[in-house]
T-cell receptor, first 109, second 116 residues
């Protein structure tokens, strides 16, 4: 069965510092990987997906099939990046999402 | 665009009663809607997938007779928690996938259910 692991429940960095949120997955096929973000008192929203290969709000994530990882990175964290981040895996297009446990990122001034 | 609403946002009910939660896609048609449950400080757990006009597909361990899902139209899915008990207290979140669109799911704001 598929599984998504986010090893850090809490991550705290200072403004301007680089940040990396780790995500590892286990799945036998070729999954689609996503990062979702939930700001305080707001709904879950898509941050980025691996097939788009885009940078959103300065965040990037590269799918490493060899290491089965999809880590989220930003070179210079901002206070407004403080939020809950979830990594998610989708088996086939449009199918169910499996979420990791989430990482609470706090960017301190 | 692509807004999903949930109603109510918060509900308190007595043990043994039933409560209905609505999930609506406001500006698009959703062939598929998903219902998740989230416990405090934990991840989202998929409960069921509902396709318009057909029976919902429940995840293993989810009681289909307790969590009734109806997806009667392309813009509305409902989750009814029957004979609620305190252990059903949780945050229930729905998401919707647009008809003919990408695989992206759009999430509702969630419903906080408290069973006393």
């Amino acid at each position: 069965a598929q599984r998504v692991t986010q090893p850090e429940k809490l991550l705290s960095v200072f403004k301007g510092a680089p940040v990396e949120l780790k995500c590892n997955y286990s799945y036998s096929g070729s999954p689609e990987l996503f990062w979702y973000v939930q700001y305080s008192r707001q709904r879950l929203q898509l941050l980025l997906r691996h097939i788009s290969r885009e940078s959103i709000k300065g965040f990037t994530a590269d799918l490493n099939k060899g290491e089965t990882s999809f880590h989220l990175k930003k070179p210079f964290a901002q206070e407004e990046d403080s939020a809950m981040y979830y990594c998610a895996l989708q088996e086939t297009s449009g199918s169910r999402l499996t979420f990791g446990e989430g990482t609470q990122l706090t960017v301190n001034p | 665009g692509a807004v999903v609403s949930q109603h109510p946002s918060r509900v308190i009910c007595k043990s043994g009663t039933s409560v209905k939660i609505e999930c609506r896609s406001l500006d698009f048609q959703a062939t598929t809607m998903f219902w998740y449950r989230q416990f405090p400080k934990q991840s989202l757990m998929l409960m069921a997938t509902s396709n318009e006009g057909s029976k919902a597909t429940y995840e293993q361990g989810v009681e289909k007779d307790k969590f009734l899902i109806n997806h009667a139209s392309l813009t509305l899915s409902t989750l009814t928690v029957t004979s609620a008990h305190p252990e059903d207290s949780s945050f229930y979140i729905c998401s919707a996938r647009a008809r003919g669109g990408s695989s992206e799911q759009y999430f509702g704001p969630g419903t906080r259910l408290t069973v006393t």
